[in-house]
T-cell receptor, first 113, second 115 residues
Framework: AQSVSQHNHHVILSEAASLELGCNYS??????LFWYVQYPGQHLQLLLK??????LVKGIKGFEAEFIKSKFSFNLRKPSVQWSDTAEYFC???????????FGKGTKLTVNP | SAVISQKPSRDICQRGTSLTIQCQVD?????MFWYRQQPGQSLTLIAT?????????ESGFVIDKFPISRPNLTFSTLTVSNLSPEDSSIYLC????????????FGEGSWLTVV
């Protein structure tokens, strides 16, 4: 069965620090990749997605993610985090034409002012 | 993106009872999904609900425990039956965008605590 691994459970950074959250998936076929964010008290929001084309995907709020097929990875990055980026971040994958999202366990990000 | 409203947002229920969660979307959508997020766990798909057909359940989830209705293209309900403390979770309704295929949007979730 397909699985998604997020290696960091909780990341604590200071403002202006750079961020990289790891995401690896197990499926070897065609995949669609997503990062979702859940701010405190709010619902899940789509941060960015990759279907095909340029493996470097830019999302909202200065986030980007790079799809590296050889490493089965889709890491999320931001050069300089802000306090308002404090949230939980979920990596998710769908196989080929399926709409079924398989989620990682999430990474909680705390940004200290 | 679609605006998805869920009711109730939170509830505390006695074991052995049932809770029905409603999901209302502000536009017509074909694909609706119900997910569960248990404490400290990732989101897990319970079932896919398409209008006019029976819901399709994922492995480990059965209709008797999680009956789903989908009476029209903007509404669905999920019932969690015969509640036990293990059912304490966040239940999320989600829809596939009609304009951006394979892009899924989520409701705010319904926090259920079973005592």
């Amino acid at each position: 069965a397909q699985s998604v691994s997020q290696h960091n459970h909780h990341v604590i950074l200071s403002e202006a620090a750079s961020l990289e959250l790891g995401c690896n998936y197990s499926y070897g076929g065609t995949v669609n990749l997503f990062w979702y964010v859940q701010y405190p008290g709010q619902h899940l929001q789509l941060l960015l997605k990759y279907f095909s084309g340029d493996p470097l995907v830019k999302g909202i709020k200065g986030f980007e993610a790079e799809f590296i097929k050889s490493k089965f990875s889709f890491n999320l990055r931001k050069p300089s985090v802000q306090w308002s980026d404090t949230a939980e971040y979920f990596c998710a994958v769908t196989q080929g034409g399926s709409e079924k999202l398989v989620f990682g366990k999430g990474t909680k990000l705390t940004v200290n002012p | 993106s679609a605006v998805i409203s869920q009711k109730p947002s939170r509830d505390i229920c006695q074991r052995g009872t049932s809770l029905t969660i409603q999901c209302q979307v502000d536009s017509q959508v074909t694909m609706m999904f119900w997910y569960r997020q248990q404490p400290g766990q990732s989101l897990t798909l319970i079932a896919t609900a398409n209008q006019g057909s029976e819901a399709t359940y994922e492995s480990g989830f059965v209709i008797d425990k999680f009956p789903i209705s989908r009476p029209n293209l903007t509404f669905s309900t999920l019932t969690v039956s015969n509640l036990s403390p293990e059912d304490s979770s966040i239940y999320l309704c989600s829809v596939e965008s009609e304009t951006a295929r394979n892009t899924i949007y989520f409701g705010e979730g319904s926090w259920l605590t079973v005592v």
